[in-house]
């Protein structure tokens, strides 16, 4: 712990400081923009009604054709009043589309962190829109994959949520968090620790029901096969996919994602030359699954990036195994 604070009390992002955080926030903007430069053409902001010009447009959401572009000083204006009306249900106007009700993602969710930041950063270290902004911040540092970055901020404020005493429902968001920055930068035990962790305490706070606990069985799930406990994480997706699909439906990426893991762990394990059977139901479970996705995402979103790797895995997968089936 001792290690954790000193790295979480010097971060290089200077979180507190007015003139880098304009900066930084300045220059998430022109990158969201210059992401979808050729989606924005001849579009206007849905929000203000202008067009392109100065700022730029973007879209970062499940919106198609002519929707859901705007500039991201209106997206974060529209997120300000928002929180104002009413802070429990306008905060997600900080990382969700109010036409499409999805969440950002990519750069835009990243500009949208550093608007989020800039705007509550003032606050008294207390304040509870202070603390969702250093989370939103996080997330969108994270989804840009910006990782070293997010593992600063998520560092800061499992930090400052000790010294207040938060709610254990807040310090394993948290903590959660912390673990998916960790994964990404390849530190695989830590993350696996972390995340078991967490996916207990969402069980035994919440039941398996909740949204909370679907995410951290997935996430427990992921560091389990990232360190290559295939039947691990197969055992936890049987129970929980069922679950998802119950609860969740196909509205949320979280129902595909599950079983892009299931599928991974029925292909993934060369060593134990798998059957074909399993090979064949992962085949047939991510060509469903990318069906599926792309009626309800449409094809801009990160889910089909993922999707059509694991099905270019999985179908190398099967066609090496057939290979060795037919040699003599």
């Not at 392109?52 to 499940?62: A, Y």
């Not at 304040?127 to 970055?149: I, V």
């Not at 404020?157 to 394993?172: C, G, N």
């Not at 920055?181 to 069980?203: D, H, I, M, P, T």
């Amino acid at each position: 712990m001792a290690e954790l604070i000193a790295t979480a009390l010097e971060p290089p992002l200077l979180l507190d400081d007015a003139d880098q955080v304009e900066q930084n926030y300045d220059e998430a903007v022109a990158d969201a923009v210059e992401e979808c430069p050729d989606d924005t053409e001849d579009q206007t902001c849905y929000i203000c009604l202008d067009g392109p010009e100065d700022e730029g447009l973007v879209r970062g959401c499940v919106c198609r054709e002519g929707a859901g572009f705007a500039h991201v000083s209106c997206l974060a204006r529209g997120a300000q009043v928002a929180v104002e009306r009413g802070a429990t249900t306008g905060w997600a106007r900080w990382y969700s589309c109010r036409q499409c009700q999805q969440e950002y993602h990519g750069v835009v969710r990243c500009a949208l962190g550093w608007a989020c930041w800039k705007t509550y950063v003032g606050r008294p270290e207390a304040h509870h829109t202070r603390r969702d902004a250093m989370n939103q911040l996080g997330n969108g540092l994270h989804a840009a994959s910006h990782y070293e970055d997010a593992l600063t901020v998520r560092k800061a404020d499992l930090v400052t949520l000790w010294r207040l005493d938060a709610p254990e429902d807040t310090i394993l968001t948290v903590q959660g968090n912390l673990a998916n920055s960790y994964q990404c930068l390849g530190r695989n035990e830590r993350a696996l620790r972390l995340r078991r962790y967490v996916y207990s305490r969402r069980l035994q706070l919440l039941g398996e029901e909740h949204l909370k606990t679907l995410r951290a069985a997935y996430n427990y799930a992921l560091s389990l096969l990232e360190l290559h406990r295939f039947e691990e994480a197969k055992s936890l997706m049987l129970i929980m996919i069922p679950v998802a699909q119950r609860v969740l439906g196909e509205n949320y990426d979280i129902t595909h994602r599950m079983r892009l893991t299931y599928a991974q762990t029925l292909y993934l394990v060369h060593d134990n030359f798998p059957p074909l059977d399993d090979l064949r139901e992962a085949v047939t479970m991510v060509e469903e699954t990318a069906r599926t996705a792309r009626r309800v995402f449409g094809n801009s979103h990160p889910l089909l990036r993922d999707i059509g790797i694991c099905l270019q895995g999985a179908r190398a997968a099967l066609h090496d195994r057939e290979g060795r089936e037919t040699q003599p």
